[in-house]
């Protein structure tokens, strides 16, 4: 008895969780909810499924797994469930579901059989143009009979378009919105500061409206101390310690700007700049310590600057002249200006120059004191003494002072060989032990290459061009270069003597004369060996030369020899001449038939291109 109480009530138990899962799947599923059957047959499956409370077969979880996903098809046990109508109808229900998921299933709006049959209503049936004379004739004789069926479809041809042109209507303006909106994002990217300047133009009307609506009822004296002097507010301006040239030379059509500088910008310092050569300037290149004069901000100063270049290692190298179509530093004295503040140069002021005046422009980079700018400098010796690889050199510096300076620098010999200053000597001046990677000659030249600071041109001049005349005023002069002050006084540049070119000068080396030893002599083929010949030396072996003496027949022999000689000689000059002077008269003759024929082709070339250009007219 107490084991069938128990199974009474598991199988209650039971029965109550499965009802409530069976409720769930009612109100999830449209199947469920139409065939009351099926809910039994799931009930009777998921029974048998079960194992007591804690054991569930595999089979409810796949179960569970395809009814939440719609598109898989529900498991069929068809060992659990013994009628054929409830597995035909479950089957009908599944292709009901899935009918229109193919595509001769209903698509609504999208349906491809409607989108056909309204573009039919829009622009009619598809009409053949190669139909025969015959169709022609039947159209004529069916036209009177459906003029009044005609008169239907054009109205609801009608209609229908009137529907297509509001649909088309409302799709144009949201493609028109959606551009702007496009339009407006691509042009905020292109332009990063636009939407920041936007935003803040708007915030500055909104301070200055509510500034207005809020100290509008105010006297202005009052309203001067909460928000400062207004634009457009006319001010009354006095000034200390101000020069009296300006107020006897002003002119009325010279207007004037007011500013002020922060206590900063107040003071002058060694400036560098970035600075370029103006394109259109008609000199090809600017030179170091040429003066010029700057606009930067609100000063107008000449200044001498220094060009430079940054190497690699941070090294300022000068620059004598600026490069053509590159930018190039410059350090000079000058106010101080923010970092990034742009300039513009010119060398003179004067209104009457030909070509463009501004011949630079550029930019500020920063303000240092303590600014290097190096020139190379390369210092030359020569050997006085040479011991295996140490040479005293001389030449290269004038006291021990200097010298000494230089101990433990690098040099090198024309040679390419390396060495190093060791040592300065006391006696003589200037001579240092320099101790090298191989022997040196006498005749090689020492080089030290070194770098050598430059002083930078403490030239500060403000244009004061507004303190004279109104004749003045467009042709201010401040420094001049030292070629302008040439040229006006006709001065003749000095040239330096080691700068002049001039004919090379080398001593005649002197050799030592060749001595082959006896042994080495002895084993020498015959043709080398050295041969004893008695030197043959003019007024020497005359003494101890037998002298010849002739006979009259001999002698007389000898002369007539001389006289034939003679006229052998003068036959062939004689000769030579004529071929000379034929020679010359056939050149001059074969120079006139070439100059003549040169004369007839050119002739000849004028009538044919004269005629063809007369053909070519035609």
Known sequence: DSDGEEADDFDA???????????????????????????????NFKKKSEVGDFFVKIMEKTTEIDDKDQTRAPFVATNAIDDEDNILARVENLAAMIKDSFVTGDWGEEDAEKLLQEDDELHGDFEDLEKGFDDEIDEEENEVSGDEEADDDAME???????????????????????????????????????????????????????????????????????????????????????????????????????????SEQQRSTVQMRIKRHRWFPRPVLKSRDPIIVSLGWRRFQTMPLYYMQDHNMRQRFLKYTPEHMHCWATALAPVAPQGTGFLAVQKMANGQPGFRIC????????????????????????????KNTAFVKDMFTSQVEAAKFEGAQVRSVSGIRGIIKKSLR???????????????????IFCKTWVNLAIPSMYLPV??????????????????????????????????????????????MFHKLTVPKELKKDLPFKTKMKNQQKQIAGV??????????????????????????????????????????????????????????????????????????????
């Not at 039971?14 to 109100?27: K, T, V």
């Not at 930019?363 to 010796?381: C, E, F, M, N, P």
């Not at 004689?574 to 002077?581: V, Y």
């Not at 010359?584 to 004269?610: G, T």
Request: proline share 3%; with cysteine.
């Open 13 to 43: 138990n039971e029965m109550d969780g499965n009802l409530l899962e069976i409720q769930q799947e009612l109100e999830g599923s449209e199947e469920e909810n139409s065939c009351d059957d099926d809910a039994e047959d799931e009930l």
């Open 157 to 263: 041809v009608e209609e229908s378009q009137e529907d297509e042109k509001t649909k088309k209507q409302k799709i144009w303006d949201k493609k028109q919105k959606l551009k702007e909106a496009f339009n407006q994002e691509y042009d905020d990217k292109g332009d990063p500061t636009a939407g920041f300047f936007e935003e803040w133009k708007k915030e500055t009307e909104a301070i200055a409206a509510r500034n207005k609506s809020e100290f509008s009822d105010l006297p202005d004296d009052l309203r001067i101390n909460y928000e400062g002097y207004r634009a457009g507010m006319y001010l009354r301006l006095e000034f200390e310690n101000f020069p009296a040239e300006f107020l006897e030379n002003h002119e009325i059509k010279y207007p004037m700007i007011v500013g002020g500088l922060l206590p």
């Open 360 to 387: 630079a422009t550029g930019t500020v980079l920063h303000q240092d004191h303590s600014a290097k700018v190096v020139k190379k400098l390369k210092l030359i010796g020569y050997p006085m003494k040479i011991y």
């Open 427 to 445: 006696k003589p001046e200037g001579v240092v032990r320099i101790t090298f990677e191989d022997r040196v000659q006498y005749s090689d030249i």
């Open 464 to 509: 004061t061009n507004l303190l004279q005349g109104d004749a003045q005023k467009s042709d201010w002069q401040g420094l001049k270069t030292a070629g302008e002050i040439r040229k006006e006084r006709e001065i003749k540049l000095k040239q330096r003597s080691d700068s002049l070119y001039k004919p090379v000068q080398r001593k005649k080396r």
């Open 541 to 618: 072996n005359k003494a101890t030369r037998v002298p010849v003496l002739r006979e009259e027949k001999d002698k007389k022999v000898a002369n007539l020899f001389n006289i034939l000689g003679a006229a052998q000689n003068e036959r062939k000059e004689k000769r030579k001449a004529d071929s000379k002077a034929r020679t010359e008269k056939y050149k001059a003759l074969i120079q006139k038939q070439q100059l003549k024929r040169q004369r007839q082709n050119k002739d000849l070339k004028k009538k044919i291109y004269s005629n063809l250009q007369k053909e070519v007219s035609k």
